[in-house]
């Protein structure tokens, strides 16, 4: 089964930019990734084992150059301020409403598998 | 002269209650059936006696001295128990509307009530995954089994969660078996045969094993349920016992056909075969003799192997999504037999790897002359790769049906001792 992640563009701002608007825009649950580290790539891989089938709504993002989409990102509605500060965030999980309703902070550690499907949890949940 | 025997009766208790929960009759050889009314009583040696005990006359008459404490341990019991229910029910549910969705078509449904489908399965999923999130068994476990997950869709993840909670009821269950085994009251029961001015005691089974002093006074920390607390936990129990495990099965027996298909890598077996039948039959001998019973064993070994893939394909199809039933009763026929056929295929296998070592033992190797060292050696990784093969294919099935039945693998010695009802510890006894 092919994998349900899509990586931004990591050269190209305007793709970047286009293709992150473009999802959100879709009927999709997001978990969305930021970064290039190590954890950041393994997260993104992680998360997606858990999308699901083909054709259900469950998608990753992986954000390689958080600058390139940094205004799309913060558009994001986060009525809960789930979000502290950008550049510590690793990961924020997106509702099919695109409402942020969950964020793993990057604190050099990989997220648990466990914390990964809550991630998708609160997403699904949407509240 | 008739024979008689002494029949004294001790009793859990102060007071002389046993006329009123206890009920003796003697039944004598001539079928004749008489009450035994008084504490010391002489019945004939051939007679036989029913001893009846009345439950709900001792629990109450005994009810004023509950322990408290024990109360209060199973009402907490109860009420998990009834929590574990609920979500267990609230979870299945939401897991089945979602998926009634799905077959409709996601791509058809609009986004209100996709969310709608959403949010109510995740609400499930989190309520159970905080009742549970500082238990570490629990969530190492969920971290072990997200950690082999591959493929499959997002209500299989959930359905994860299912089976962890039923785990934490199994082991709940065990608990509540050994409150109820505790809750009871118990009774001593002896007996002496007199006769030539002896006394001697006689063993009545069941009865007199009891350590000598624990008839005089109640263990306080012991358990005592009302008839009302006894009636919910059966309740209880029955609603474990009929949980509807079928969708835990789907996605095992989804994978049978799977399982089945690369059991035996049947191309590289073949393709080894046959050019071991190549290189015998090309081989360069004098001894023909050898060289013809050689290649008569081996093309005996590969037809027994055309049929062993032959049985596997029939079995493929056999558990395809097609040819099966889909209620309950029949999915757990469905693994013993699916059992059954991977029992058959082992001993399959089993047997061209018996041939195949006949073989090499019997072949006079030297006879056969050079390059005949190669073809010894392509039998015997042959017969090592089927015994691997063989093995993998039992225990993945093996692991794979007990998944599907009990949620994770499980220690099948342990299995074979655990009781299936309750059991109260007064009951209908008889001794003659």
Known sequence: MPTKLITLPADNPAQAQALLTQTLKEDKVLLIVIGSTNIAVNTADRAARFTGAPDEPRWVVRAPQIADVIDILKAIQDPASLVIDWDDTLLIAVSITDVIRDMIDQDGTLPTLVRLQTAWMKAENNQ | MKKHLFLIILILSVHALHGQFLTLTESDESGKIRALNDR????????????????????????????????????TLLKTLNLYKTYLEKLSKEIQNYQDLYNEGLASVDVARLDLALKARAAAGLDIAELFSNNERFNQR?????????????????????RLLSEEIELLRTDLQTKLKEAGVYFQLAAWFTGNGNTTPVHLDGFDDLPPGEYYHFERNKLYLTQQ??????????????????????????????????????????????RLISSITNLNTTAQAEKTKVLEQAKKIADGFKLLTLDIKKDVTKYSSGARSSNTGSKTDLLQNFMADVNQVKSQIQTLEDEMKALVSSVDFQTLGAGVNSIKTDFNSLQSL????????????????????????????????????????IGQHSCQ
């Open chain 2, 40 to 75: 010391r009583q002489t019945i004939d040696i051939n007679s036989k006696i029913n001893i009846d005990i009345d439950r709900e006359k001792i629990t109450n008459a005994f009810g004023q001295q509950l322990a408290h404490d024990g109360n209060a341990a199973i009402d």
């Open chain 2, 142 to 162: 969920w971290e072990e089994e997200l950690s082999r997950f591959s493929g499959g869709t997002t209500n299989d993840q959930y359905r994860i969660i299912l």
């Open chain 2, 386 to 425: 089927l015994k691997r093969q063989a093995s993998d294919l039992v225990e993945r099935a093996t692991e794979g049906i007990q998944i599907a039945i009990y949620g994770r693998k499980i220690n099948t010695a342990a299995l074979g001792d655990q009781q299936s009802g309750i059991e109260t510890p």
């Open chain 2, 229 to 274: 607390q006894l009636d919910e936990f059966k309740g209880l129990q029955s609603f474990f016992e009929g949980m509807d495990r079928s969708q835990f099965f789907d996605k095992i027996i989804d994978a049978i056909p799977g399982m089945l298909n690369n059991v035996i890598n049947e191309d590289s077996i073949q393709t080894q075969l046959d």
